[in-house]
């Protein structure tokens, strides 16, 4: 059973800085790009970051370009996500997603996905 489990959300002020962690597990974790999204009240899910199976790549929204780092470490089957200089807009559920082969921004590409983390930013 593949499970992705997310972390590290919280409550921050705006310009703050959050960590969040997404451990897989029952998959072969190298095999998979990573995904991150997010989901605001009322909205649809949107992409936030990807990274390729061996880190070399990675894409973001334009919205986050900058401020945010997508990472991973297959050693420990974590996706990992730094967020710095955090705005109001940023806050949403976060989510992380796993799909076989090729890193994408479309997430109905993606296989897996965790229950979500919830971020707010405060003004």
């Known amino acids: 059973q593949v499970q992705l489990v997310e972390s590290g959300g919280g409550l921050v002020q705006s310009g703050g800085s959050l960590r969040l962690s997404c451990p897989a597990s029952?998959?072969?974790?190298?095999?998979?790009?990573m995904g991150w999204f997010r989901q605001a009240p009322g909205k649809g899910r949107k992409f936030v970051a990807c990274?390729?199976?061996?880190?070399?790549?990675?894409y973001y929204s334009e919205h986050v370009r900058g401020r945010f780092t997508i990472s991973r470490d297959n050693a420990k089957n974590t996706t990992y996500l730094q967020m710095n200089s955090l705005k109001p807009e940023d806050t949403a559920v976060y989510y992380c997603?796993?799909?076989?082969?090729?890193?994408?921004?479309?997430?109905?590409?993606?296989?897996?996905w965790g229950q979500g983390t919830q971020v707010t930013v405060s003004s």
């Open positions: 029952g998959l072969t974790f190298e095999n998979y790009a």
């Open positions: 990274i390729s199976w061996n880190g070399f790549s990675t």
């Open positions: 997603a796993a799909k076989i082969g090729y890193y994408a921004g479309n997430p109905d590409e993606y296989e897996y």
